[in-house]
């Protein structure tokens, strides 16, 4: 049924625990392939050399951290855990992995670290359950 499983993870706790469910869902169904993305905001080029350097180093390690907690937060599971840190709009990165690695499911928290935490629904996970090329998992 779902043999391609994609999780989205940002670091905020609904996407650590999408990360803990998704992976208590490929223990139950033993997938093909896992794959965990995390993608951070485009640095913008007017900053300048060398703090435009400093600002993507500094979103680099951010990401690979966010990357560390979601991973640790998985454990063990049946299949090898492919990951991908991307640049650029957080819901357009994860539309194009799923569509590019045919994925079957997305998995991904109901709200992220965004400025409106407030909301029922985030709008990086209102656009890709608008958009995705598959099934979402919104996990709360």
Known sequence: ???KILLAVDGSEHALHAAR???ELARTIKPKEFRVVVSYDT??????EPNLQFAIDDRKKD???ILDKALKE??????EIHTEVLEGD???N???VA????SDVIVMGSRGLGRLAGLLLGSTSQKVVAHAPCPVLIVR
Do not use: K, W
């Open 1 to 3: 049924m779902f043999d």
């Open 90 to 92: 957080s819901a357009v």
């Open 43 to 48: 640095i913008p080029m007017y900053l300048g």
């Open 21 to 23: 469910t998704a992976a």
């Open 63 to 65: 990401a690979e951290e």
């Open 74 to 79: 998985i454990g063990e599971i049946p299949c």
């Open 99 to 102: 569509s590019t690695r045919n």
């Open 94 to 96: 994860i539309i194009e």
